[in-house]
């Protein structure tokens, strides 16, 4: 038996629900989750979370798991030790609009 996922259900609400500046707020982190992951693939969901909040100055863990949400299949997660999960990128998998991003602050 699987336990339901609170870094799912909590994230898939806010990700789903975001417009106007919370959109654009979830779509800027996404972007930072990407440049994370480029540099240092493989990280737990803290780990994540830590490295995005070094990259922004400051985030919350439900907008960094909104933003995983928010990437969709360009992230992977595998089983890690300890019953944690290691995320990688498949950029080829990036919504369209965090590709704009990253391309307009490149």
Do not use: W
């Amino acid at each position: 038996m699987t336990l339901p996922d609170p870094f799912y259900s909590r994230a898939k609400e806010l990700s789903a629900s975001a417009t106007g500046e919370n959109r654009e707020r979830i779509i800027d982190v996404a972007a930072d989750v990407v440049r994370v992951l480029e540099d240092q693939p493989g990280l737990s969901l803290r780990q994540l979370r830590a490295a995005v909040r070094d990259v922004r100055g400051r985030c919350s863990d439900g907008d960094v798991d909104a933003a995983v949400v928010y990437l969709g299949s360009a992230v992977q997660r595998d089983p890690g030790p300890r019953s944690s999960h290691r995320h990688t990128l498949d950029p080829v998998l990036l919504p369209y609009d965090v590709q704009d991003r990253l391309e307009r602050d490149r």
